[in-house]
């Protein structure tokens, strides 16, 4: 069962990490953004499965355990004697994935707790300075736009910025970002494809909100000066949290997505690219089940050999 470990826990989710880079720009930001992130979840979830057969792995060579079902913990431990250390390793990486997903989960809910509040339309103004504008997912959503932001662009630049938050809301792009995330926090090689998909969502908003106002230029200009007005904002607690579903965030993609805007792409490769990543993930999936069998029919023989 090594090789399940090293193929599903070890190399595939740096690899993903690979191909999402090549993916880059690649594909339309929207089918991009859906691709890398489901298949980073599932490799992620094909990883943690193989952490957790191992971590029952280790728990079946504890003689105790061997004894009250039935099986020989001997011969259990006799399969692994190569790599004595994988079982005992995979769990405790898999405690820490455990807490890593649910403190990332937990996260993720009080953010949209904080941000959600009463609200008669699908606008809420909020009498604040700081300028700050983030769409807030629900039944239905909305977007929330303080006055210091409303303040600092004109009304072409308004009406940029919300047809790009409302594409975030119409796109479930908040989805997709929490799958990314949840992927990341499960796998620790996948946070930069969980930073892409946040970057891959806000591209996907910026091209709807250039269909919708029907200018490239005046979106690109509504972000940048979202960018700039929010530099340095965010330093309280509810600040920072809510920068999660800020208009400029990720902050650092920023500049490539204003030239993108302005001088866009003349088309995107085939999209059979999006087989790369999907095909990954469909492999590991099947390795996992492979590395199931496997434990099951050790666990058989270990019974015969008791």
């Known amino acids: 069962m090594f090789d399940h470990f090293v193929w599903s826990v070890v190399l595939v989710p740096p690899l993903v990490v690979l191909v999402a880079r090549l993916l880059a720009d690649r594909l339309p930001p929207a089918t ?25 792995k280790a728990v ?46 937990r996260r993720h809910r009080d953010v949209l707790a904080l941000a959600r509040s009463p609200h008669d339309g699908p606008l809420v103004v909020l009498d604040d300075p700081t300028a700050r504008a983030f769409a807030v997912p ?24 919300l047809a790009h938050e409302h594409a975030h809301l119409a796109g479930r792009h908040h989805r997709l970002a929490r799958l990314a995330g949840l992927a990341a926090a499960a796998h620790p090689a996948l946070w930069w494809v969980a930073r892409h998909v946040d970057y891959l969502v806000e591209r996907a908003a910026d091209e709807q909100a250039a269909s919708q106002v029907g200018s490239r230029r005046t979106v690109a200009h509504a972000i940048g000066v979202a960018a700039l007005a ?25 500049p490539r997505r204003v030239s993108l805007l302005l001088a866009p792409r ?3 490769a085939g999209g059979i690219l999006w087989l790369l990543p999907a095909s990954l993930a469909a492999f590991t999936c099947v390795w996992s089940v492979e590395a199931a069998l496997d434990l099951v029919e050790l666990i058989q023989a270990a019974r015969g050999a008791r």
Not at 64 to 93: I, K, M, N, R
Not at 138 to 161: E, I, K
């Open 266 to 268: 003349t088309g995107h």
């Open 32 to 56: 991009a953004a859906r691709v890398v992130a489901w298949s980073a979840a599932v490799v992620a979830g094909a990883s943690t499965v193989n952490l957790l057969l191992f971590a029952m």
């Open 230 to 254: 929010t530099a340095g904002t965010g330093t309280s607690a509810a600040g920072s949290a809510l920068s999660v579903l800020h208009v400029a965030t990720p902050r650092g993609i920023v």
């Open 60 to 105: 079946a060579q504890v003689p105790a355990v061997g004894g009250a079902f039935g099986w020989s913990a001997t011969f259990v431990t006799a399969d692994t004697a190569a790599e004595p250390w994988v079982p005992w390793l995979s769990a405790v990486l898999l405690i820490a994935v455990a807490v890593s997903v649910l403190r990332r989960w």
């Open 138 to 161: 629900g039944t239905p959503g909305y977007v929330v736009v303080t006055t210091g932001m409303r303040s600092l662009l004109t009304d072409r630049q308004f009406d940029a910025l």
